[in-house]
């Protein structure tokens, strides 16, 4: 199940009320959004696997299964609308990051 490693998938990253597209990125201890340079917002964000303590899939719209929060220790809430979606949350739980 290490097939994310190294990779990096498109993503959207909501930061607010926009929803700021790039790529996610996996490395063997966590996870990084890296923006496009073309959105209102930049930047990376970083996420390690220990840190997390929940992972919540939901529907975008209501109605397309391609949504997933995720909460870390410091009670961050970080919202993707990502590929993949089941293949990345099974690579997650393989990373043993629900403890």
């Known amino acids: 199940m290490q097939e994310f490693v ?8 909501w930061r607010g009320r926009e929803s700021v597209g790039g790529k996610l990125g996996f490395d063997k201890t966590g996870m990084t959004f890296d923006s496009h340079a073309l959105n209102f917002q930049t930047g990376s964000q ?3 696997y220990r840190d997390i303590v929940a992972l919540e899939p939901h529907r975008t ?3 397309v299964n391609n949504g997933l929060t995720v909460r870390t ?3 961050a ?3 993707f609308v990502i590929n993949r979606r089941r ?3 099974d690579f997650l739980n393989a990373q043993k990051v629900i403890r």
Not at 6 to 13: E, L
């Open 61 to 63: 719209l209501g109605i």
């Open 77 to 79: 809430e970080h919202r």
């Open 87 to 89: 293949q990345v949350i």
């Open 73 to 75: 220790a410091d009670g």
């Open 6 to 13: 190294g990779k990096r998938v498109a993503a959207n990253y």
């Open 46 to 48: 970083r996420i390690d």
